[in-house]
């Protein structure tokens, strides 16, 4: 098995990665691994010759509101589920090292990051996308890997990727579930036995909107209408938004033509949870 190497500077990161076999996979992430992660990092090992996952809580992609201090967080039981998986290579930046005091440059995707998840998050994809850029230069694979859990974030970072000539393939994974349908995620730590019942009227509302396409109904707005009475029967469920987007420009659609994406926020209790399902044209 790999022995994982760990590194925090940029300077020993750099020196270690010169010593990896090409080609490079990476995957960031937030910690708090979870089978989603694992996926990706699975995924990584079968396309890349060496496989490094950075670890960090990335504080200018969380509102002031947000409880980045409560985020949760468990170092050793990551290392030992990336050891165990074959990662070569562990960077965890602290955020002195991402952000020393006279940091002032940022990436900004613009349209995409409008819609949906723009509107109720205001900066959090500028910060996303500048930890990526940041990430991408300093470990310089040659792959990098998502979830689709994340679509909107996926988007962003395929265009991000484009507009800016980054040498990078992406890959966009997809979502790991509970046996039940909920979409894995860190935040569902937070939920509480009845709250985590509730959680699954996000699935529900996609499936029902993902079959009613099925059965023939391209209207968008009747798919999103599927998905709000589901969403609205729950009684621990506060709906933010449910959309029916072009899958590229996540632009709302009136009629379902090509590949679009059913998504939806909603918050149970105090916790914000995001899923999505693909339509694929038929
Ligand atoms: O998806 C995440 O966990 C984060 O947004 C990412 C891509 C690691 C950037 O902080």
Known sequence: MNVLKQVTQISHLRDARKRL????????????LHAGHL???????????????SIFVNPTQFAPTDDLEAYPRDLERDTALLQEAGVDL?????????????????VNVESLTQPLEGTKRPGHFRG?????????????????????????????????VKDLNMPIEIFVEPIVREPDGL????????????????????????E???????????????????????IHAEPLA????????DYDTLVELETVK?????????????????????LEAV
Not at 197 to 206: G, S, T, V
Not at 217 to 222: D, I, K, P, R
Not at 263 to 277: E, F, P, Q, Y
């Open 39 to 53: 996926s990706l990092v699975k995924r990584a090992r079968e396309e890349a010759a060496s496989v490094v996952v």
């Open 21 to 32: 076999p090409e080609p490079v996979g990476f995957v960031p992430t937030m910690g708090y």
């Open 208 to 230: 029902a909107a993902q079959t009613t396409y099925q059965a023939g109904q391209t209207n968008a707005e009747s798919l999103r209408e599927t998905m709000r009475t589901i």
């Open 128 to 160: 996303v996308t500048t930890v990526v850029t940041k990430l991408f230069n300093a470990v310089q694979p040659q792959m990098a890997f998502f979830g689709q859990k994340d679509a909107q974030q996926a988007a962003v970072i395929r265009q991000m």
């Open 258 to 278: 090509g590949k679009s994406l059913l998504s939806m926020a909603v918050r149970i209790g105090k916790t914000r949870l995001i899923d999505n399902h693909v």
């Open 238 to 245: 506060e709906l933010e938004y449910v959309s029916c987007a």
């Open 90 to 106: 562990l960077w965890l930046p602290t955020p002195e090292v991402m952000y020393p005091p006279d940091f002032q440059t940022w």
């Open 183 to 206: 979409a894995m995620s860190s935040r569902n730590t937070y939920l509480n036995p009845k709250e985590r019942q509730a959680a699954l009227c996000l699935y529900r509302a996609l």
